[in-house]
T-cell receptor, first 112, second 115 residues
């Protein structure tokens, strides 16, 4: 089984809808991250969490919110989706004293 | 602010030929350096990383990378590519002064392998 899983893998939604992307990990890591990937821009950090009670904004947090329900679960919400949020979204995890991040398979989101 | 540049957006290479992907970074000190690969429809997989020590780093799938402080570079190489190496490759850096590794990614290089 994969260490970092994301659901759904693909999603189509309409402008103005609320949508939640979920991430779960079995690696026992404290730190979790949400990125979005756009062609030609690489990956950009949306939010990150050191532990359940510690959540921080990344470089492009506007229009997004997150919830860290447990050590193993980190959800990303788009409160009111807009077309320029169409992207590939990745969740990642890392250990407390480890710089390496481990990525999930991604969620492809299309906002119409 | 730190930045990562991958000058080549797209590279086409013949199967069996050598491959070199360039990565340059801008940062006041030596950062932690990473190369990730993203195969079609897949997430990112770590190929190798450099934190300190020997500047030539060996990774998975036959890849290696060399850190050159004087050039602020961390280029990825493979002596003989296989068709399965067709993918997008990302260089990433993390500040060593942070208590955690916030990754800054390059824009990626798409590698196409021809028969």
């Amino acid at each position: 089984d994969a260490d970092v899983t994301q659901t759904p893998r693909n999603r189509i939604t309409k402008t103005g809808k609320r949508i939640m992307l979920e991430c779960s990990q079995t690696k026992g890591h404290d730190r979790m991250y949400w990125y979005r990937q756009d062609p030609g821009l690489g990956l950009r950090l949306i939010y990150y969490s050191f532990d359940v009670k510690d959540i921080n904004k990344g470089e492009i947090s506007d229009g997004y919110s997150v919830s860290r329900q447990a050590q193993a679960k980190f959800s990303l919400s788009l409160e009111s989706a807009i077309p320029n949020q169409t992207a590939l979204y990745f969740c990642a995890t890392s250990g407390r004293d480890e710089e390496t991040q481990y990525f999930g398979p991604g969620t492809r989101l299309l906002v119409l | 602010a730190q930045s990562v540049t991958q000058p080549d957006i797209h590279i086409t290479v013949s199967e069996g030929a050598s491959l070199e992907l360039r990565c340059n970074y801008s940062y006041g000190a030596t950062p932690y350096l990473f190369w990730y690969v993203q195969s079609p429809g897949q997430g990112l997989q770590l190929l190798l990383k450099y934190f300190s020590g020997d500047t030539l780093v060996q990774g998975i799938k036959g890849f290696e990378a060399e850190f050159k402080r004087s050039q602020s570079s961390f280029n990825l190489r493979k002596p003989s590519v296989h068709w399965s190496d067709a993918a997008e490759y990302f260089c990433a850096v993390a500040k060593t002064t942070d208590s955690w590794g916030k990754l800054q990614f390059g824009a990626g290089t798409q590698v196409v392998v021809t028969p």
